[in-house]
């Protein structure tokens, strides 16, 4: 299994990123997917799912109404827009899913976000 996040990148406020997640070695379509967040001397949280047909998304509260989680199984890639980015938002991004008993993790990609 093999999650590569891209797409992170220092922005001001207000600003929009996309952040992408290329999965392999696993049968992307079947599961569920992830963001996480993890800010310095914070705990990793979930930001944000998605089911594995698409048709079922959740977001922390803080984040809805400005990010959107999608994917596309044809390319096994799942995306996380985000948008009116604030100071919070600064943190590194993980993609994460679940198979079986064990979770897999991507390297994660660094959003930061200058006031």
């Known amino acids: 299994v093999q999650l590569v996040e891209s797409g992170g990148d220092l922005v001001h406020t207000g600003g929009s990123l996309r952040l992408s997640c290329a999965a392999s070695?696993?049968?992307?379509?079947?599961?569920?997917m992830s963001w996480y967040r993890q800010a310095p001397g914070k705990e990793r949280e979930l930001v944000s799912s998605?089911?594995?047909?698409?048709?079922?998304?959740n977001y922390v509260d803080s984040v809805k109404g400005r990010f959107t989680i999608s994917r596309d199984n044809a390319k096994n890639t799942v995306y996380l827009q985000m948008n009116s980015l604030k100071p919070e938002d600064t943190a590194m991004y993980y993609c994460?899913?679940?198979?079986?008993?064990?979770?897999?993790w991507g390297q994660g990609t660094q959003v930061t976000v200058s006031s």
């Open positions: 070695g696993f049968t992307f379509s079947s599961y569920t």
């Open positions: 994460t899913v679940g198979l079986g008993n064990k979770r897999y």
């Open positions: 998605i089911t594995s047909n698409g048709g079922i998304t």
